[in-house]
C-alpha cells in the first residue's frame, strides 16, 4: 500500500488541498494518522465496520481492546451517547477540547468492532487543530488509536508513525511533535461514580476541583493485584525493544549501571535528575515530565541499545500517569 505523506500548517487549514484529500480518504473508508495534542493517532470512520477493521489490522491490535471515538462539537457527542450527566457536563466544559477521554453509555449507531464489545463508547474532543479540520472535513466521529504498532511506544512525532506505519495506511499527517506526549485521561462516566481508568496530564486533583469524587481503577494503584477496567489496560505496553528496568531508587540503580558497564551491556538512562550519572560514560537522557518518554525509548532502539535503566520520579499524585507508563513498559521493577 502506497502511503501518502502530508505536511499541513497555517491558519486556513479548512482550505487546505492536502487535509481535503486526506478527509476524502476516510470518508471513502480509508484509514490514516493524524497527530493531536496527546500523540499520534491513527483515524477511520467510527461508523464504518470495515474502515474500523482496517485500524485492527494495521496495528496488529487485539479485537477486544475498543477505541477511542474523537469529535470536534458537542453534536457528534449526541450522536455517539445515550445519555451525558451533570459529571460529564462539568468535566466537558472544564476540560474539552483538550486530552480528556470520557466514557459513556453508547450510541446503537457505533459499531461494535468500534466499542471492542462493550455497551461503552469512549468520546474525545481534542484540542490539536489539525485533528479538529481533519474530523470536521470528515464530517463524522473519527475512531483513533494511537497511531504504533500494538504494544509499542505511542509515536509523538511523524518518524515514530512512519517507523511503524509506513505502507500500511493510506495516509499520515506531519504535524509538530506532540505537546503533551502521553495518552489522554481517561473517566468512565457510565457508572454512578465516575471512574479513572487511565491516568493522564489531566490529573486527579484537576477532576476533583470539577466533581466531588471520583474512583480509581484499583490496578492503577496496585499494580500487580487487580485486573484493569479498561481491556487495553492489561496489555503489555509502550514498550521498546531494549529490556526496560525500573528503579525505585538512584542507588540500586548506579549500582545495577556500573553492573552491566562492566559487562560491555549497552544501556541509557532515563531520569528526571540527569546530573546525578554524569560521571557514568552513558546516554542519559531526561523525562521532561513525560513529553520526551516515548521518544526517548525509540532512541535507545534507533542506537540499538540492550538495556534501559529507568529511576521512576517521586511517587505522588501528580506523577501518577508517567509512573504508570513505565511500570506497563518495564520488564522488570527493582
Ligand atoms: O490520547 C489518546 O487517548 C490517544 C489519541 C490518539 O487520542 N488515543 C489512545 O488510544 O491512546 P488507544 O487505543 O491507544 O488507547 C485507548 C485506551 C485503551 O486502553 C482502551 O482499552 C481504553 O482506552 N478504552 C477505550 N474505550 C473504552 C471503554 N469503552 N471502556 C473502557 N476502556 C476503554
Ligand atoms: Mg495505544
Known amino acids: 500500500m502506497h502511503t501518502l505523506v502530508v505536511k499541513v500548517t497555517g491558519d486556513t487549514l479548512s482550505f487546505n488541498n492536502d487535509l481535503l484529500k486526506c478527509a ?57 451517547v445515550t445519555h451525558v450527566d451533570q459529571n460529564a457536563k462539568a468535566l466537558i466544559d472544564a476540560f474539552w477540547p483538550g486530552p480528556l477521554t470520557i ?25 490539536n487543530n489539525t485533528a479538529l479540520e481533519l474530523i470536521t472535513l470528515c464530517d463524522c466521529p473519527i475512531a483513533a488509536p494511537s497511531a504504533n504498532i500494538s504494544g509499542k511506544p505511542s509515536p509523538t512525532r511523524l518518524s515514530h508513525v512512519e517507523f511503524d506505519l509506513m505502507n500500511k495506511v493510506d495516509f499520515i499527517i506531519d504535524g509538530e ?48 493485584c487487580s485486573k484493569p477496567l479498561a481491556p487495553g489496560m492489561k496489555y503489555k505496553h509502550y514498550s521498546p525493544i531494549a ?3 525500573l528503579f525505585t531508587s538512584s542507588t540500586s540503580l548506579l549500582k545495577e549501571a ?15 535528575n540527569s546530573l546525578q550519572y554524569s560521571s557514568l560514560n552513558v546516554l542519559v537522557l ?34 501518577l500517569a508517567i509512573i504508570n507508563r513505565l511500570s506497563k513498559s518495564a520488564d522488570s521493577i527493582i
Open 24 to 80: 476524502s480518504i476516510i470518508k471513502n473508508g480509508g484509514i490514516g494518522a493524524f497527530p493531536t495534542e496527546t500523540v499520534y493517532g491513527l483515524g477511520a470512520n467510527a461508523l464504518n465496520e470495515s474502515a474500523v477493521n482496517k485500524i485492527f489490522i494495521a496495528k496488529g491490535r487485539p479485537s477486544d481492546n475498543p477505541l477511542i471515538v474523537h469529535i470536534s462539537n458537542l453534536n457528534m457527542l449526541h450522536d455517539c
Open 103 to 127: 466514557v459513556f453509555n453508547k450510541h446503537c449507531s457505533i459499531p461494535n468492532i468500534t466499542s471492542g464489545g462493550l455497551s461503552t463508547i469512549g468520546i474525545r474532543f481534542p484540542s
Open 177 to 224: 511533535k506532540s505537546l503533551y506526549g502521553l495518552e489522554s485521561t481517561i473517566i468512565d462516566c457510565s457508572k454512578t461514580v465516575p471512574t479513572l481508568l487511565r491516568p493522564g496530564s489531566i490529573t486527579v486533583s484537576m477532576i476533583e476541583k470539577v466533581i466531588e469524587h471520583i474512583d480509581i481503577d484499583p490496578s492503577l494503584i496496585n499494580l500487580t
Open 243 to 245: 529490556k526496560v528496568i
Open 258 to 272: 556500573n553492573n552491566y558497564i562492566k559487562r560491555n551491556v549497552s544501556i541509557a538512562i532515563i531520569t528526571e
Open 286 to 319: 531526561n523525562i521532561n515530565n513525560g513529553k520526551n518518554l516515548y521518544h526517548n525509548f525509540r532512541k535507545c532502539d534507533f542506537l540499538k541499545l540492550n538495556v534501559i535503566l529507568v529511576e521512576q520520579p517521586t511517587n505522588s499524585p501528580d506523577n
